[in-house]
Structure formats: C-alpha cells, structure tokens
C-alpha cells in the first residue's frame, strides 16, 4: 500500500463519486477504480458498496477513511517539518555566549531570530570563552559568541562587533567625576579583572595595554563573571576594564568612564565547527550578520 493509495481513497470517499474524484485527482475515471479494486484486494475488504446510481462506504471503509486522513495528515506534516529543518527554520539551535554578548548584539539578535524562526529551539548558556572552545570541541553546542583569539585552527571564526573599553569606579573614587581617564592615571589602582583562564584573549589585551601604558597593574581579583567585577568594583575593592556595552547595566555603586587611548575596542565574534552542516547555524549567522550591517 502506498500512500498515493490513501489519496485516492479519501478523495473517493468524499465525494462518492468516482467522476468527480478522478477529476478532483486529475486522472481517468478507469486507472481511479482499478486502483481502488487493487487497495480493496490488498486489504481483503469491501470499501464501497458500488451501484449504477450511486457509491456509499461500508462500516469498515469508513474506519478506514478516518484513519487514511489521520496517516496523510502525519505524511504532509512531516514533510513540512522536515523542508523547514532543511531551510534552517525549525530543529534545535545550541548557542552558547559570553558576558559581552548578553548585553550588547545578543537580546536583539534572540527577538528577531524568534520573531521569524518561532519553530526553532533555541539552547543558551552563558559560558567562558576557554568553555565554548571546549563545547564546540566536543559538540556540546553549535555556535559561540566569545572574545577572540580561538587557537583551534578546526573552527571557523567571524568578528562580528567590536566595542571600546571603559573604565569602571565605585562612584565614590576621587576621578569617577572625571569624563574620561588614561590608563595612565590608573597606574596605581588595584585592579579586579577577568580570569585568564576563562578569557584569555581578553585579559591579555587588557595586560598588553597596561604595558602600552607603561606599566603593570596591581591585579588584586580575578573573576569570571561581570556581575562579580561589578559588585567588587561597588563595593570599593578595586576598579576594571571592560566592553563599552557594560553602560547597560545599571550597577549601584559604580561609574563607567570614557577611556581615552587610541586603540582600545574589545572584539565579540561568532565561532563555530568548520565541518557544522546544521542548516539553522546558517540561519541564525544571517541574522546576525544583518542585524550587525543595520
């Protein structure tokens, strides 16, 4: 039994009359009967009571029409489903990401991605930038948002926005009222910054431009989120760098400043499994990709 079978079937039972389903299925009157003769044989049961003036179901053709709707309907589903997971508009997406991209591109990139793909599963984690390698590695999710460099020469990597840094006081330090500040005249501060382990890149920027500075800071507290920089930075601890998107956060007890040198900006980028042939990454890279030309 094939499902064109079922078709021609259903077609007869609704309309009861084998003129106007073959003319419904586009096809001869004579090829619809013998098909319907040939499924009846194959079931070794009597579909329709057939006479000169009219055709009527039997009891067991009309169980059997209730349930040929119920398979063509899961037939016509599934290839619905499965066209839209080939287009990268439905299946599972994990995606994770880095402290820097919940406050910049992210939720922007996440509420027009679901306003358009509703029928993608989206997985997120916030993850370290050393965890996403590692995830991708071992194909725990499809796609990272971190700070580059990735020494994995097995991923593939696009910058997708790049941001100044700021400085961060507790509002009670003597230059948070300034507008800008060098790092300069920071030389003497305790500094709270991320761990190297967790974003290598970023905290070796952040070295590399101390040195720039002509020094090298006093690194009182390593942390790995920016929520805890920020509560240390309130409670009078030290004083941190970061991604000028950081602004969005409304921290009590805190003030971000201008951080005046020439070269400065953090880089935020989209790295994924050279040999990922998930249609849905695709999909989701062309959403951010226009979101970032916008």
Same mark, same amino acid.
């Given at each position: 039994?094939?499902?064109?079978?079922?078709?021609?079937?259903?077609?007869?039972?609704?309309?009861?009359? !084998?003129?106007?389903?073959?003319?419904?299925?586009?096809?001869?009157?004579?090829?619809?009967?013998?098909?319907?003769?040939?499924?009846?044989?194959?079931?070794?049961?009597?579909?329709?009571?057939?006479?000169?003036?009219?055709?009527?179901?039997?009891?067991?053709?009309? =169980?059997?029409?209730?349930?040929?709707?119920? *398979?063509?309907?899961?037939?016509?589903?599934?290839?619905?489903?499965?066209?839209?997971?080939?287009?990268?508009?439905?299946?599972?997406?994990?995606?994770?990401?880095?402290? !820097?991209?919940?406050?910049?591109?992210?939720?922007? =990139?996440?509420?027009?991605?679901?306003?358009? !793909?509703?029928?993608?599963?989206?997985?997120?984690?916030?993850?370290?930038?050393?965890?996403?390698?590692?995830?991708?590695?071992?194909?725990? *999710?499809?796609?990272?948002?971190?700070?580059?460099?990735?020494?994995?020469?097995?991923?593939?990597?696009?910058?997708?926005?790049?941001?100044?840094? =700021?400085?961060?006081?507790?509002?009670?330090?003597?230059?948070?009222?300034?507008?800008?500040?060098?790092?300069?005249?920071?030389?003497?501060?305790?500094? *709270?910054?991320?761990?190297?382990?967790?974003?290598?890149?970023?905290?070796?920027?952040?070295?590399?431009?101390?040195?720039?500075?002509?020094?090298?800071?006093?690194?009182?507290?390593?942390?790995?989120?920016?929520?805890?920089?920020?509560?240390?930075?309130?409670?009078?601890?030290? =004083?941190?760098?970061?991604?000028?998107?950081?602004?969005? *956060?409304?921290?009590?007890?805190?003030?971000?400043?201008?951080?005046?040198?020439?070269?400065?900006?953090?880089?935020?980028?989209?790295?994924?499994?050279?040999?990922?042939?998930?249609?849905?990454?695709?999909? !989701?890279?062309?959403?951010?990709?226009?979101?970032?030309?916008?």
């Amino acid at each position: 039994m094939e499902l064109r079978h079922l078709r021609y079937f259903v077609a007869v039972a609704e309309e009861l009359h !084998f003129g106007r389903a073959a003319a419904r299925l586009h096809m001869t009157q004579q090829p619809l009967s013998q098909q319907i003769h040939q499924l009846e044989t194959e079931l070794g049961v009597l579909l329709f009571h057939r006479t000169k003036r009219q055709v009527q179901l039997t009891e067991p053709g009309k =169980v059997f029409l209730e349930e040929a709707r119920q *398979i063509l309907l899961k037939a016509d589903q599934a290839v619905k489903i499965v066209r839209q997971v080939a287009q990268g508009e439905s299946g599972l997406l994990k995606v994770g990401f880095s402290g !820097f991209a919940t406050y910049s591109i992210l939720p922007k =990139v996440l509420r027009v991605f679901r306003n358009h !793909f509703p029928r993608v599963e989206l997985e997120l984690e916030e993850m370290t930038t050393t965890a996403q390698v590692k995830a991708l590695q071992e194909h725990q *999710i499809h796609l990272g948002l971190m700070i580059p460099p990735v020494p994995d020469a097995t991923l593939s990597l696009e910058v997708i926005l790049r941001e100044p840094l =700021v400085v961060i006081l507790p509002e009670t330090h003597s230059l948070a009222s300034q507008p800008e500040l060098t790092l300069l005249e920071l030389a003497h501060e305790s500094f *709270i910054l991320v761990s190297r382990q967790l974003e290598p890149g970023y905290y070796d920027q952040c070295i590399s431009l101390f040195q720039q500075a002509g020094f090298s800071p006093k690194v009182i507290q390593k942390a790995s989120q920016k929520q805890t920089i920020l509560g240390l930075v309130s409670a009078g601890m030290g =004083v941190s760098l970061a991604p000028a998107s950081i602004r969005n *956060i409304h921290r009590a007890g805190v003030v971000y400043n201008t951080l005046n040198i020439p070269i400065s900006e953090v880089a935020l980028a989209a790295v994924w499994r050279q040999d990922e042939a998930s249609p849905i990454l695709q999909t !989701f890279l062309k959403v951010i990709r226009e979101i970032v030309e916008d």
